[in-house]
């Protein structure tokens, strides 16, 4: 699943930045599902939209990046 959420994030990586810099994604089922100004927001929102857990979180950022 964060192989998927991650690769899918890097496609549409460019237009993420252009519409969200430096905020928080949350991936799920390989799609953008949510925004947040940190990932302490971003994972807040997740958890109370995705209660089973399966989702994923992207810094929307230029330069190097983290999986995870």
């Given at each position: 699943?964060?192989?998927?959420?991650?690769?899918?994030?890097?496609?549409?990586?460019?237009?993420?930045?252009?519409?969200?810099?430096?905020?928080?994604?949350?991936?799920?089922?390989?799609?953008?599902?949510?925004?947040?100004?940190t990932?302490?927001?971003?994972?807040?929102?997740?958890?109370?939209?995705?209660?089973?857990?399966?989702?994923?979180?992207?810094?929307?950022?230029?330069?190097?990046?983290?999986?995870?």
């Amino acid at each position: 699943m964060i192989e998927r959420n991650y690769a899918a994030f890097l496609a549409v990586r460019e237009r993420l930045l252009a519409t969200h810099p430096d905020e928080y994604v949350v991936m799920r089922e390989g799609e953008a599902a949510l925004f947040g100004a940190t990932a302490a927001m971003a994972d807040d929102a997740a958890r109370e939209r995705f209660p089973d857990g399966l989702y994923s979180i992207q810094r929307c950022m230029v330069g190097p990046m983290a999986q995870g």
